[in-house]
């Protein structure tokens, strides 16, 4: 069955960096659309990024210029690199893949930005 898994989370300074990785079994990154998306206790989850099939990404307002998703094809893993973090930031994080209108989740991941 389709296994996504996070890992890369952690705590970090404001202006610090982490890198998230996402491990997908049984789904393909390269043929599916994919995304990262976060959420705070009591809000909804939201979109950060999406990577297209053909490779073209979308960020949110929020962390355009610091952030980049980017998928290594052979090792079948989605990245989300994020810089600069400050501590709006801090959330769960999730990996996300569509096939066929179906999505599929990763377990999440946290980051915790504070000084």
């Known amino acids: 069955q389709v296994q996504l898994v996070e890992s890369g989370g952690g705590s970090v300074q404001p202006g610090g960096s982490l890198r998230l990785s996402c491990a997908a079994s049984?789904?393909?990154?390269?043929?599916?659309?994919a995304a990262w998306y976060r959420q705070v206790p009591g809000n909804q989850r939201e979109l950060v990024a999406r990577i297209t099939s053909s490779g073209r990404t979308n960020y949110a307002d929020s962390v355009k210029s610091r952030f980049t998703i980017s998928r290594d094809n052979r090792q079948n893993t989605l990245y989300l690199q994020m810089n600069s973090l400050n501590t709006d930031d801090t959330a769960v994080y999730y990996c996300?893949?569509?096939?066929?209108?179906?999505?599929?989740w990763g377990q999440g991941t946290q980051v915790t930005v504070s000084s």
């Open positions: 996300n893949i569509k096939r066929n209108f179906v999505d599929y």
């Open positions: 049984y789904i393909t990154f390269e043929i599916n659309n």
